[in-house]
């Protein structure tokens, strides 16, 4: 951890992330190289197509795509590679947009796979002028779905992997492909939070979509990259929609960097650091009454574990979202990752940890248990008053 805190001199909290890479935290750590390129070409002038350009050779050569570039997210990505495929390199309707004046603009998405990454899924196609067309039902689609949807009014299929889907009952990848290659529907595919950057090109997608600011620890960015004539029609929104998506110098060249540090990164070595810090935290809870501490694969198969905590309120005295928030309220705020705790657990995420901050997560944890195990009452929070209070903070800012 650098040794001046710059989140002290600006009246931050200093909170540490076990939670994994969320945009609401700040992402995740920026790799050393990425911040170097950064700061070496933001006094420079560039002529960014040309950038763009040295960009496109690397993402091709990590991604085994045809082409790539850098734009300002995952979701600019999605929005981009849609508006591709709807207006081609017709530079007129690429200035129209959103308007369309094709009634080619129908994109095919699993109902289960309409989720949300912190802003609705079927959001980032409907501002490239797109019509959503779900198919299938919440937890089940079938070849019959998609094959049936499929109409001269089909401009791409969206297909998104991430561990908020439903992880059954819907139709797998090269599944989704066959079908839609059968009808020459490019697949665009949304890898935002996936570490394999080859495999879903490799299973036949034409675009594969990923975050430049989560597991690469890139500049805040994403990556569109795939077959060239569709890479192409969606760098050409940049002259369109993809202005308010716009992406610096800085970022194209900082990700450039981190995509060319993860070629060299020690992963075995990371992953064995991670694995370290879910011993030490299952030691710490092992004995505790009321907890179970489980240590967990990801669930769309990166390489990374997690421990989910499992707390049983009337043993351990305190509720699993109650632990949760005195984490978050602590000093140092520890902030773990809560999407599923009204199921009474928690993740501890080891992906986003400086060296040494797996003692202070350790320490809180058992500074917490210990204290609610000593209370007599049990601390126990309605759930519903936490969602109820959910936004509060949000529709207060400034303030
Ligand atoms: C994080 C995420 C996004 C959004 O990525 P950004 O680069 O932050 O815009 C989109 N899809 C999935 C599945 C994600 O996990």
Request: net charge negative; aromatic share 6%; hydrophobic share 40%.
């Amino acid at each position: 951890m650098p040794s001046e805190d710059i989140r002290t001199s600006l009246g931050l909290r200093p909170v540490i992330n076990v939670s994994g890479t969320m945009t609401s935290l700040g992402a995740s750590i920026v790799v050393p190289e990425a911040i170097a390129a950064m700061t070496s070409i933001l006094p420079q002038f560039v002529e960014m197509n040309d950038l763009q350009r040295k960009a496109s050779a690397v993402i091709a050569r990590l991604t085994g795509g045809e082409a790539g570039f850098v734009t300002a997210s995952c979701a600019a990505g999605i929005t981009l590679a849609i508006a591709g495929t709807i207006t081609g390199s017709d530079l007129l309707a690429i200035e129209k947009l959103p308007s369309v004046s094709t009634e080619k603009n129908e994109v095919l998405v699993q109902m289960g796979h309409i989720v949300s990454y912190g802003a609705p899924v079927d959001q980032s196609i409907r501002l490239a002028g797109a019509k959503t067309v779900m198919i299938g039902q919440a937890t089940s689609t079938h070849r019959y779905h998609m094959e049936n949807a499929i109409t001269e009014k089909t401009a791409a299929a969206l297909y998104v992997v991430s561990h908020h889907v439903v992880d059954y009952g819907l139709l797998k990848l090269t599944e989704f492909v066959e079908i839609a290659r059968a009808k020459s529907v490019p697949v665009i595919v949304d890898a935002a939070s996936e570490y394999d950057l080859r495999s879903f090109l490799e299973q036949g997608a034409d675009i594969v979509l990923y975050s430049g600011h989560k597991f690469l620890g890139g500049p805040t960015s994403g990556i569109v990259a795939g077959r060239k004539d569709l890479v192409r029609n969606a760098f050409l929104q940049n002259m369109g929609i993809g202005r308010g998506m716009k992406v610096g110098k800085e970022s194209v060249f900082g990700l450039m960097a981190a995509l060319e540090a993860w070629e060299k990164r020690d992963h075995d070595g990371i992953r064995a650091r991670e694995t370290s810090y879910l011993h030490l935290w299952r030691d710490t809870l092992e004995n505790r009454p009321g907890v179970t501490a489980l240590i967990e694969p990801d669930p769309t198969g990166n390489p990374l574990d997690r421990m989910r905590v499992i707390v049983s309120a009337h043993e351990a005295h305190i509720t699993a979202w109650d632990l949760a928030d005195a984490l978050a309220r602590g000093t140092p705020p520890v902030i773990v990752r809560d999407h599923e705790v009204e199921h009474h657990y928690f993740y501890l995420d080891p992906c986003n940890l400086h060296p040494g901050q797996e003692t202070i997560v350790a320490n809180r944890l058992a500074e917490e248990l210990d204290k609610a195990s000593a209370s007599n009452d049990i601390i126990a929070t309605p759930l519903e008053n936490r969602s109820k209070h959910r936004f509060d903070g949000a529709l207060r800012w400034p303030d």
